[in-house]
């Protein structure tokens, strides 16, 4: 860092209103996200509450993402073949990871960010299996960051129009394929 780099920081107040677009942003996601899946989530019998927002906007240098914004919804499905069976989660999110993370190639940047979700603490073969059923062209199959879930399915997103275009397209594909994740609780 140079003194021109700090000195502009200040008398431009460039670092008060980098603040201020971080934070305006980090309302945006949760609330966009909310938009598009709360209905659902309310009227879906896979859930149990409202869900919670989970941000992870400076994730530590070890965890393979750059920033994480998401809303994990608690499913009524449990984990399969547990004596004590937790509930299983659904988290809908934003995020932000080196393009080689996801063995894409990004063009626009050195960044790939997609929306996504993915069933916390599901088994390997449940996701597989939704994999395979999956016919969308638009969404793709990756590896999950913060290793509580076998895989995540995302859309690689560039404008609020695919943010949104995207969430839609996995709301609609979960709701088709959610009840293949756990089991229903005795």
Known sequence: MSEDFLTKGIE????????KLINQFEDIVPKEIRKIFDDFVKESNLFIGNGSPDRRPNPTKYSGTLAT?????TMS????NKENP???KL???LEFVKPAKQDEDVTSGETLSYVYYKVKDSTVENYEKVCGLTKNSDIRFGEGMWNNAPGIFYI????????RNGL?????HFSKF???FGVEPK
């Open 12 to 19: 431009n107040d460039r670092y008060l209103k980098a603040v």
């Open 69 to 73: 914004h998401r809303i994990d919804y």
């Open 77 to 80: 499905q449990v984990e399969i």
């Open 86 to 88: 937790e509930n299983l």
């Open 91 to 93: 988290s809908v999110g």
């Open 156 to 163: 690689p997103i560039e404008n609020r129009e695919d943010f």
């Open 168 to 172: 839609k397209i996995l709301r609609e």
């Open 178 to 180: 959610g009840d293949e």
